[in-house]
């Protein structure tokens, strides 16, 4: 009896009889943990008002409906301190065996001791409950730390025996895109390890990772099967959620040459609403109200929330640093990919061939006036939504080279007249070179799909001596990319009113040729110019290369073996849209390019030779039946 009464007396041996607190992992935190001096930026007493978009993650934990939490996040935002908080909970409070997987065993050792046993030694109920590391046999070393009711158990992606031996409740993986694809012979590591837990009806597993490469992401592919959920600031102004990402930021900067070397500083940096266009500071979006709101909220049902983060809610990255560093990375795929992959948070795109946006970014051109030289004509595209009309006017010149001239956004309905007075200042608007003449708008084309289509119609009828004309885009690698006009009825409140002249047009043949165009790389035939301005801005260029042409699986003939489909993460193609709508535009403009050239040449006081009249063609008879040859 006389042991049985020292075992009792035993606080570590007691600890496992003590029912846990009512807390949740965030609770728990903020009333148990301590962060370490040299891990945490901010030592002392965790206060999850530092940051709050991990409230919900941590507490998802607590949930007994989830089975998995997926987060993907950007450096700088306390994802780690995700992971430990939940690892302190559950040895603290509900305890059972931990299997926490790193890509590498190095890894884990270097996160072992530079994370979890600075947690441990400086909260007292975890240092109180795991082995001293100094002790005999202490069962804590730097890869296994026993407590009671459990053991941690770190280990790299690549080791088999570790992910497929005996059952685990908990299982923890960390940086999860960095992973071997195969443990060994064996397989996927993830599966491996989930396939441990198979017994326990209360088991967790919690996935987080900076996301790497576009079609190569594993957390991308858990992300997706889980709720899928951002983290959205309200913005002052409007009062709509969004979700901050660098297309929505807006920035001037100084540039200068240092022994040969580009230095910059950046001088204003501010946020603007993509619903309100109103512009916000940084101080004070970070203070705004902000929630996360799922895409896909029907996963909880299947036990899994995910949840994915930038860097720009961060307290502890400047934006000014943020621009810094991608101003610093621009020219450098591989510096690049790390400031999209730690700091945006976005997947990294391959694209093989094609341009990428930092390098169309780059490679913009200060415009002497509105109508750079070269521009003889120009059209505008218009996508139409329900809540504005998105345009750009595209400059033209000879062997396909084009110029961005002006892209915008007219806020308001297409069945309100105030929006179509704005359209119409910019149809009417005469654009002026360097030496002040001008060129209006040729040709403009709009879509007329939507839930406007009958007031677009009605209206391009009203602007027909404008040269607006409404467009049906029809997809299909076998579409041409214009024909001829015709006409299409006009009905209003079921009644048909009128007529009007409607342009079918292939876009995906509209596609093909614009990125056949940002393919070339020095100014001349086919080369594409955009202006060094805000509204050619990273936001623009998401949107211009936001559709890629992939394997139709799906195509029962050969006619359709490829489509165009959004890229993941790129959901705003207006940009590409209007492109599409103004080359389409010019393609079926009746022009004569070198006649406009002389005639501005003329205007600018230059003599221009007359061509030449060509001589007569004689032409032999034919038969009745080639006629259509001799066409």
């Given amino acids: 009896m006389s042991s049985l009464y020292k075992m009792f007396d035993n606080p570590t041996v007691l600890a496992g009889f003590r029912p846990p607190e009512d807390l949740t992992v965030s609770q728990w935190a903020e009333k148990h943990r301590r962060l370490s001096s040299e891990t945490a930026a901010e030592p002392g007493r965790w206060r999850t008002t530092r940051t709050p978009y991990l409230r919900e993650p941590m507490d998802a934990f607590n949930d007994p409906k989830l089975r998995r939490i997926v987060m993907v996040a950007a450096s700088q935002v306390g994802k780690s301190e995700f992971i430990n908080n939940a690892i302190g909970y559950i040895i603290d409070q509900d305890p059972g065996s931990i299997l926490f997987v790193h890509p590498t065993t190095i890894d884990g050792k270097d996160y072992s001791k530079l994370r979890i046993a600075p947690m441990i030694r400086d909260c007292p109920t975890l240092r109180a409950k795991v082995a001293a590391p100094k002790s005999r046999d202490s069962g804590n070393t730097v890869l296994q730390k026993t407590y009671p009711g459990g053991i941690l158990t770190l280990c790299g992606s690549t080791e088999a025996h570790a992910l497929a031996s005996k059952p685990i409740r908990y299982v923890f993986g960390d940086e999860r895109d960095r992973w071997a694809k195969s443990a060994g012979d064996e397989g996927d590591p993830w599966g491996l390890a989930m396939a441990r837990q198979t017994t326990f009806y209360n088991a967790k597993a919690v996935e987080v990772s900076t996301p790497t490469v576009r079609g190569a992401s594993p957390i ?81 049902a299947n036990g899994v929330r995910s949840f994915w983060l930038n860097a720009f809610v961060s307290q502890w990255k400047r934006w000014d640093s943020i621009v810094l560093a991608f101003l610093q990375a621009q020219g450098d795929s591989r510096k690049m990919q790390v400031v999209y ?101 040729s040709m403009s084309f709009q879509d007329e799909g939507g839930h406007f289509t009958q007031e677009v119609r009605q209206r391009c009828r009203e602007r027909i001596g404008r040269k607006l004309f409404c467009i049906k885009g029809i997809p299909g690698q076998d579409r041409p990319y214009t024909g001829p006009p015709k006409k299409v009825r006009i009905v209003i409140n079921g009644v048909h009113t009128d007529n009007c002249w409607q342009y079918q047009i292939g876009v995906d043949a509209g596609k093909q040729h614009i990125m056949d165009g940002l393919r070339v790389k020095k100014p001349g035939p086919r080369f594409c110019h955009f202006p060094k301005r805000d509204d050619y801005g990273p936001g623009y260029f998401s949107g211009l290369l936001s559709e890629a042409l992939v394997h139709n699986e799906k195509a029962k003939t050969n006619r359709n073996l490829w489509r165009w489909e959004k890229i993941p993460g790129h959901e705003r193609n207006e940009a590409l849209d209007c492109r599409n709508y103004a080359m389409a535009a010019f393609k079926a403009l009746p022009k004569d390019l070198d006649a406009i050239d002389r005639r501005l040449q003329q205007a600018r006081g230059k003599a221009v030779e007359k061509p030449v009249p060509a001589a007569p063609v004689q032409r032999s008879r034919v038969k009745k039946q080639n006629r259509m040859e001799e066409w």
């Fill in 220 to 300: 991308t592919d858990s992300f997706n099967e889980g709720t899928m959920e951002r983290w959205k600031s309200q913005c002052p102004h409007c009062g709509e959620y969004h979700e901050i990402n660098w297309e929505d930021i807006r920035y001037e900067h100084e540039e200068q040459e240092v022994n040969h070397q580009r230095v910059f500083k950046v001088t204003k940096v501010f946020y603007m609403c993509p619903s309100c266009a109103c512009v916000s500071d940084e101080l004070t979006m970070k203070r705004q109200p902000a929630r996360w709101e799922a895409d896909n909220p029907a996963a909880y």
């Fill in 341 to 441: 992959n730690t700091i945006f948070g976005k997947l990294w795109e391959n694209r093989g061939d094609l341009e990428d946006e930092d390098s169309l970014l780059s490679r913009r051109e200060e415009y002497p006036a509105e109508l750079p030289d070269g521009v003889l004509v120009l059209t505008c595209g218009i996508d139409t939504q329900d809540d504005r009309l998105e345009y750009e006017v595209v400059g033209h010149g000879h062997f396909g080279e084009t110029w961005g001239i002006e892209k915008g956004i007219l806020m308001g309905r297409p069945d309100a007249d105030k929006t179509w007075a704005a359209l119409d200042e910019i149809l009417d608007k005469v654009y002026r070179f360097e030496d002040g003449l001008g060129l209006r708008i």
